[in-house]
């Protein structure tokens, strides 16, 4: 089975920076496949926040950064704010798999 | 704009089987990499599988002896089965759709539906 690794929670004062840590294996982010980045607050459908090609859909803040390098990807909110309080998940392709796989979520927590 | 609704029981038995349906609005239904996602009560997010191509499908090794998953192109619609149900089958089962191939994020998907297994 196919993992991807992520913090449990990350958490930091108003106005700081976080990273949030995506490790993976040569089946999926080392593969060269996209990584792509999901916001999820309480009761809602997760919501792409960051695409493989690093874009930001509409309405989404310039805060939010993404970068890849090698086996690992990570997403960096700068200027955190109350509103980024939710559960944050990594996605790529598995060539094990043959399909999705998602990292195991982080929590931010706004100080 | 595409809109996805699940559709089918909260509430099913131990060792039966759960039948899921998901009508999509808004596109067609005969491209597209069409998903099924699972999130456990507080848990992470499970890919279960897709169909694609309008019948093509990939499924999640972890569950590939108890899953199937179908497209109905007449209703625009795709389905979930999965069998031999157990408590730890119970989680909210979301509908959804890459922005285009198996590359591209999951950009698009249903609100999502709680199913318990329970007796």
């Known amino acids: 089975q196919s993992v991807v690794t992520q913090p449990p929670s990350v958490s930091g004062a108003p106005g700081q920076r976080v990273t949030i840590s995506c490790t993976g294996s040569?089946?999926?982010?080392?593969?060269?496949?996209?990584v792509h980045w999901y916001q999820q607050l309480p009761g809602t459908a997760p919501k792409v926040i960051i695409n493989?090609?690093?874009n930001r859909p509409s309405g989404v803040p310039d805060r939010f950064s993404a970068s890849k390098s090698g086996t690992s990807a990570s997403l960096a909110i700068t200027g955190l704010q109350a509103e980024d309080e939710a559960d944050y998940y990594c996605?790529?392709?598995?060539?094990?798999?043959?399909?999705?796989?998602f990292g195991t979520g982080t929590k931010v927590s706004v100080l | 704009q595409v809109q996805l609704q699940e559709s089918g029981p909260g509430l099913v038995k131990p060792s039966g089987t759960l039948s899921l349906t998901c009508t999509v609005s808004g596109g067609s239904i005969s491209n597209f990499y069409w998903s099924w996602i699972r999130q456990p009560p507080g848990k992470g997010l499970e890919w279960m599988g897709y169909v694609y191509n309008a019948g093509s499908t990939s499924y999640n090794p972890s569950l590939e002896s108890r899953v199937s998953m179908s497209v109905d192109t007449s209703k625009n619609q795709f389905s979930l089965k999965l069998t031999s149900l157990t408590s730890t089958d119970t989680a909210i089962y979301y509908c959804?759709?890459?922005?285009?191939?198996?590359?591209?994020?999951?950009?698009?998907w249903g609100q999502g539906t709680l199913v318990t297994v329970s007796s």
């Open positions: 959804a759709r890459a922005t285009g191939t198996f590359m591209t994020p999951v950009a698009y």
């Open positions: 040569s089946s999926n982010i080392g593969g060269g496949y996209a």
């Open positions: 493989g090609n690093n």
């Open positions: 996605q790529s392709y598995d060539s094990s798999l043959s399909g999705f796989v």
